[in-house]
C-alpha cells in the first residue's frame, strides 16, 4: 500500500530515541518537575502541564535537526547510534 503511493518502507532499529524528539520533550519536562521536589499539596498533573510550558519552539526545531542528523546511519542501518 505504501510503495503504491511511491514511498519505501524503512525500519528503524528496535530502540531509536535519537530518533525521537518526544523522547527529548519528555526529558525537559521531567527535569524541570523534578527540579523542585514535590511536596503533599503539588499536583502531579498541574506539574507536568506547567513544565511543559518551558519547552520554547526552539526547543522542538533543535530536537528535530538533531534526530535528522541520525537519519542516513539508521537507513543504512548503522548500529551502536
Known amino acids: 500500500m505504501i510503495e503504491d503511493h511511491g514511498y519505501k518502507c524503512v525500519y528503524l532499529l ?47 526545531q533543535g530536537w528535530i535537526r538533531h534526530a535528522i542528523q541520525f537519519f542516513d546511519r539508521c537507513k543504512a542501518g548503522e548500529a551502536n547510534l
Open 14 to 60: 528496535p530502540y531509536s530515541p535519537f530518533l525521537n524528539p518526544i523522547q527529548e520533550f519528555w526529558s525537559k519536562v521531567e527535569a524541570v518537575v523534578r527540579r523542585d521536589g514535590l511536596t503533599e499539596d503539588d499536583n502531579l498533573s498541574s506539574r507536568i502541564t506547567k513544565s511543559s510550558l518551558t519547552v520554547t519552539a526552539e526547543d522542538c
